[in-house]
C-alpha cells in the first residue's frame, strides 16, 4: 500500500457515495514487525505450530493492523492531505490470514461541512467477504 502520490480534496470537491479503495497481501513479516511496534506477541499471528491447534488452524494477521489500512486511504487518497482521524468504529468478523489478499473500502456516508468533518463506512474484505467493518470520522484542517 505504498503511495508516494497524496492528493488534497476540500471538503466541497467531496460527494456522499464517493469511495476509494486499495489492496495489500499480508505477509509474514507484516505481522512480524506489526507484533514489535505495538507489542501484541500473541502466538495465534506468530507460532505457526500454535496457531494449528486453534480454530483458525493458521496465523492470522492482528484486526488493528488490517484496519490501519484505512489511515493510509484517508490520509493521503480521501480526503487525503490535511485529514485529521476523529474516530474509528469497527467489528472484526473474520479472521484475515498471512498471505489473504485485503481489498480495503472506505465510503463517504455523510459530509458536515461547517465543522468540516467527514463520515465513512470502512470495510476489510478478503474474497468478497466483509472481515472488518466499522465506521470513521475525518476532520479536514
Known amino acids: 500500500m505504498t503511495n508516494t502520490l497524496i492528493t488534497k480534496l476540500s471538503i466541497d470537491q467531496l460527494f456522499v457515495g464517493m469511495t476509494e479503495s486499495a489492496s495489500k ?9 506489526f507484533s514489535e511496534l ?6 495465534i499471528h506468530l507460532d505457526k505450530e ?3 491447534e486453534t480454530r483458525y488452524k493458521k496465523n492470522i494477521a ?45 465510503k463517504i456516508t455523510e459530509i458536515d461541512i461547517n465543522r468540516k468533518r467527514v463520515k465513512f463506512t470502512t470495510q476489510c474484505l478478503v474474497n468478497s467477504k466483509i472481515c472488518i467493518d466499522g ?7
Open 25 to 33: 497481501v499480508i505477509t509474514r513479516d507484516d505481522v512480524r514487525r
Open 38 to 43: 505495538s507489542g501484541d506477541t500473541n502466538p
Open 50 to 52: 500454535y496457531a494449528k
Open 62 to 106: 492482528h484486526g488493528l493492523m488490517c484496519a490501519s489500512y484505512f489511515s493510509g486511504i484517508f490520509g493521503t487518497k480521501l480526503p487525503g492531505l490535511g485529514s485529521i482521524y476523529v474516530s474509528q468504529s469497527l467489528r472484526f468478523k473474520r479472521p484475515i490470514y498471512i498471505g489473504d489478499k485485503v481489498d480495503v473500502i472506505v
Open 135 to 141: 465506521f470513521a470520522e475525518i476532520h479536514l484542517s
